[in-house]
């Protein structure tokens, strides 16, 4: 299985809902690395990398969101993977 990043836009009703901890739990059970962040714009972003299939399974997730969450639209873009990332965290800044 080719390994590969995806860097993912998430709009809707995303920040301030758990949004962020839901995808690092998803994260976590797929084995995937990076790191999930909220945008000045009100989306959230979110780079990640590891197994294909698993980073399909991972956007399945993030279309459906978290239990408080209303996601309006999903928009992704893979890319080479780098292995860059040792682990997946929400970041802060």
Do not use: W
Request: aromatic content about 14%.
């Amino acid at each position: 299985m080719a390994l590969k990043a995806v860097r993912v836009f998430v709009s809707g009703t995303v920040q301030s809902v758990g949004f962020r901890a839901f995808a690092r739990n998803k994260v976590h059970k797929l084995g995937l690395k990076g790191f999930v962040r909220n945008l000045p714009d009100g989306r959230v972003g979110v780079v990640a990398e590891g197994k294909e299939e698993e980073l399909k399974k991972f956007l399945s997730y993030l279309r459906q969101g978290s239990s408080l969450s209303k996601v309006k639209d999903v928009e992704y873009f893979y890319s080479n993977h780098r292995g860059i990332y040792e682990n997946f965290k929400i970041s802060y800044y």
